[in-house]
Nanobody, 120 residues
Framework: QVQLVESGGGVVQAGGSLRLSCAAS????????TGWYRQAPGKQRELVAR???????NYADSVKGRFTISRDNAKNTVYLQMNSLKPEDTAVYFC??????????????WGQGTQVTVSS
């Protein structure tokens, strides 16, 4: 069984910074593509940033230049550094990862979400 656990959310003033972490635990062989998504009240879940095959990184236009995704493969952990936060960044942030439990078997896993609130 695989579990993704997010941490680092909270309340911050506009212009501030937060760093989210997402740790994979359980029967983890390695991580495949990983990403962060967010869902604001009344809106659909949207991609924020992701690392895909070959290490290519994609960002939503709304966060380019402000957010940075990274990961530590030795710790099976993905990070999202968020700088210059805006009130419109307020949402529940979810971690998503393709978690390999063996060389050829993988699970598409989601974390439980962590709330980020940016006050103006």
């Amino acid at each position: 069984q695989v579990q993704l656990v997010e941490s680092g959310g909270g309340v911050v003033q506009a212009g501030g910074s937060l760093r989210l972490s997402c740790a994979a635990s359980g029967s983890v062989f390695s991580l495949g593509p990983t990403g962060w998504y967010r869902q604001a009240p009344g809106k659909q879940r949207e991609l924020v940033a992701r690392i895909i095959s070959g290490g290519t990184i994609n960002y939503a236009d709304s966060v380019k230049g402000r957010f940075t995704i990274s990961r530590d493969n030795a710790k099976n952990t993905v990070y999202l550094q968020m700088n210059s936060l805006k009130p419109e960044d307020t949402a529940v942030y979810f971690c998503n990862a393709v978690v390999y439990i063996s060389q050829y078997v993988w699970r598409d896993s989601w974390g439980q979400g962590t709330q980020v609130t940016v006050s103006s």
